[in-house]
């Protein structure tokens, strides 16, 4: 066994570093969409960073993540630019998809992200795929899909799993349960005491772990991708978290109680960890303290940059359909 | 007659709901978040407070099976309505859709009915980008056996629905989410709109602009702008496009002798390519004084940034330009 | 415990009448086919009789059944008429689908056979909302949905099963494992020891069964049935089978050995039941040559009659597409 | 140039297959039995034997997991082609096709290509009835992002799929159940027909009949009957359906003033609504002496019984009737 992130001054700092990325760079979304200053719809993970952060750290750089609607996350664990992300949502033609995909179609190529998803499991297949890509090719990557409780609905997150079993594909399927999806709550959909209960019915392995405990995920998650690249096939992974804001700017909360809310954000996993971390001396408050002002200061620089990009250009939007033929 | 109420395109629908839901127990809506949520868009509501659990369903997220849920209920004596959050997930739903609902009443030989209504609000304009903004009604209208509808008032957003409620096929109804917030006068109580007739919301003699659904209004503001510059449109709305009410269409256009297609949908295989293959093959031909023009969408996924959205859909402007030259050069 | 079939006479009978007809039934589609006097394809249960013949007794007649596209069996154990599916497969207006939907769509609403079905898994979510509709209308009919083993990859078979289990809607979910999905094995596919390990991963109960064991089968649907219309949500139920028959007229059985099919012939439904009642002293050999000759008797008729039936009108295609407003 | 080889539809196919994988190891196939069985249509035959398992692969019954895990493959590095059975079983892929494979391109600003192939028998003719006869090619040519290509003939059929595994978009290649068993001459070696480029089959002056799939054989059949009448038709066959070589099509109305349009798949909103837009809003439309002529599919699901699916779908007798008609009466 290695050393635990906690007590692993580098890993603590750099996981800390993620979750206060991810965590900042959303409340600047919420930020600017409150003025007024974005478009769109936006689905903020606030809550959930330990999932992401912990999950890629188990994952090599040219592994392969599929996203979701809620995506912001995934992206910054698996190493995207922030000013590229913010100048996306901004509408801007230095953004990841120059603008014409926004939050819900952010995709990283260079660090291995296949993009986030409009469809709920349509990166489920997809992740498959990739995975399949990865055996026949023989480079030994592994491809994770990140989707949430609510996609375990879907067709899609079936005939996803169902093939990539029965192939024993390189594939990680990690199920962000944060108790909904969008107001239905997992327990009353699914039936099950826990969702990795599913995992039997396709011959593979599944576990359940707590979503805000990093050193818990990551452990499951490297023993899957581990298993994974080694060629023993699929894992399902259920980790329970909880989005502290609503499912999208719509959301009145009619679903859930204040009570419930406020019992999850005592279990903040940053908080958590950074506690963790001062209790096993690794690092100081100042240590803590150095970590939140340069995420402060990287964020307020690129949402600068990103503000002052050139807006998305509509010149090309008709050429810009097909990939050119020889290309 | 009584009163005209005031009223948004989002309260109609709901008022449609309550009222089928109200005369006839077999009508029930199931649906992603129409309970407690009240529905992505708000349109549901407040009806599982007044009509219940088990007559306003949250189901999970399974497209296909709601859909498939939905024909197995019409089989066998319900009148199930089925939401689709946006119309882009009629994708996941398609096998339902096209290859059950629409085909069990001829496939079977007439034994079986399938009175099952779809509501899918579609297009773009929210920012929702290319998976949430699509204008896929020409699907529909492709397999036979689907009546479609694509109401654009409130008045209409209410009867069709009641109609389609009514009817013994499958209905799917596209719903627009700028329309939602719309206000327009309804006619009170139980008041269907039947389905398959085209209504003219204007007459002017110079063009005949046909439009649907977002395209409508927009249309119609267009024809007050060409008005005051002396051009004169007639504005038909066909609001059910399967089946389609041709000989409305052909009357208005062989009046004008000109006539624009307006539509949200990639140009491609849109709902217009069968108005203008209609007129093309019909007796108002030989009335066409000008080639046929088609307005629609640009054959593009719709894009995130608000001013690509909006230059991928043809806006008000866009139609008056169209409607001058069609009339200035021919 | 009621009297086992097997030492009941009557249904003994019954039993050995219904499977009797559906071999009949299909070896006769089969010479018609064989001799170019049927059109379009064909998909024969012939070794899969004991299934529908044993479910569909513990169903009632208003229950419902959906089915596929191996659909015979079902269809003549709900207890529908063999002229009129003959009529269907001869392409006649007096055939179920007035020859518009020939064997891949026949119907019989009169015995609560919503349809066989072209499409894989199709059926399944279409039996679930049978059996919402059952719970809605307070009428206390259970729907059964007849599937194959290969359905099961399908994302129309998950989300009915995911919708049925929510709900707990009375509906029971039946796969004929008959060992194959056309050419792929359900044991490569599928990973698992049994189909019924599914189950667990929508909270539903699930059993395997010899699906070649009359009584078995009865049991277990029985049961599954009972549970059903007591409010008690929906079964799944694997009765392990196999089809003596390649999956269509186009098949060269390059997937499975001479051997294997071999062995299961050995495994008749209808021998065996047969061996059992005169084992049990239910039937004589003299009942059963009896039971031979009036299903034989009867399918010849059915077949003559259809033969001479008038052939599907093209007159009001356009018509019958759709239903009449007011209907 | 070599000499021409003749084979099959389906062999052709087949021989594009092995070539494409044989020179290009990103190369595979994946999809329901196309393995041991050989495919349902016998397509992929041998190959399984020829380039093993690993490149042939066999598939569980999910046709929306089969192209979702093409497009992850494509977006990495492979180069897979898909094989949905029935071209109506799209209909449950549909999300994948439509949604991810059709618009990841430009949704990622062009940050990745989806060089997907899918193959999928459609048509009629074969009496397996309304869940197994559809000709959906239109749905696919409405959606931005996609290609569609109809090859009508055995060398086509080899040279368009060859061109459709070279190209970085995702192509929808829709084969003929009935074209498999036809035969013709193939060009050997990797010869391409690029995508995007129409062949007018056969010139006559008197009218314009344009044509796709398996109505393009039936066309040139009625051509040949309605010489001997002495009408003399010029045929073209698009063979790609998106992007459309437009520019042929109108050239070649021009030339003969009328135009008879024909498709097997239903009428309303089938690819030739499309053409029939196109002529009547460009230049050809003063060039028409005659209304464009739809000859199309009816209205309906495919029947099962024989003489009911021939009249559903157009024959040569149609054809050539159509045509006398049109020349005659204009
Ligand atoms: C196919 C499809 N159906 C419905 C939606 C609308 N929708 C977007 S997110 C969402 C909830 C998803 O829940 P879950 O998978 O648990 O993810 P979470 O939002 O909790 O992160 C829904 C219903 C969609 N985007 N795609
Ligand atoms: C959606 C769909 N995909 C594929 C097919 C083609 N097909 C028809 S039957 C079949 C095999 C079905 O296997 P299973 O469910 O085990 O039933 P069985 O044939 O063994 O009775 C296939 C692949 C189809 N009809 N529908
Ligand atoms: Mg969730
Ligand atoms: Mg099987």
Known sequence: MTTP????????????????RIRRFEEAVEDLYGRGLMHGTMHLSIGQEAVPTAACQALNRDDYITSTHRGHGHCIAKGADLERMMAELLAKETGYCRGRGGSMHIADTETGNLGANGIVAGGVPIAAGAALSAKLR??????LAFHGDGAMGEGAWHEGVVLAAMWQLPVVFLCENNLYGMSMSSERAFNLPQLSDRAKGYGIPGVTVDGNDLQAVYDVTAEAVERARNGGGPTFIEAKTYRWRGHSKSDKNLY?????????????????????????GTLSEADLEAVRDEVRTELRGAVQRANAAPDARPDDLLASVYAEVGA | MDELVTMTYSEAVREALAIAMERDERVFIMGEDVGTYGGAFGVTGDLIHRLGEDRVRDTTISELGIVGLGVGAAMTGMRPIVEIQFSDFTAQAMDQIANQAAKIHFMLGGAVNVPLVIRAPGGSGTGAAAQHSQSLEAWFAHIPGLKVVMPATADDAKGLLLSAIDDPNPV???????LYKTSGEVRPGDTRVPIGVAEVRRTGGDLTIVATGVEVSRSLEAAEILAAEGIEATVVDPRTLKPLDTETIIAEVIKTGRVLLVQEAVKTLGFMSEVAAVLSETEAFVHLRAPIKRLAGLDIPIPYAPQLERAAVPQVDDIVAAARTLVQEW
Chains 1, 3 share one sequence.
């Open chain 1, 256 to 280: 859930r109680t204040r009570e419930e809310i406020d019992e999850w954000r005592l279990k903040d996993p940053i908080v958590r960890f950074e506690l963790e971390t001062v209790e096993a």
């Open chain 2, 172 to 178: 799917i109804v596209i719903e627009h989410k700028l």
């Open chain 1, 5 to 20: 992130i906690v007590q692993d001054r580098d890993r603590a700092r750099e996981s800390l570093r993620t979750m206060w």
């Open chain 1, 138 to 143: 023989g480079t030994g990557q592994v491809a």
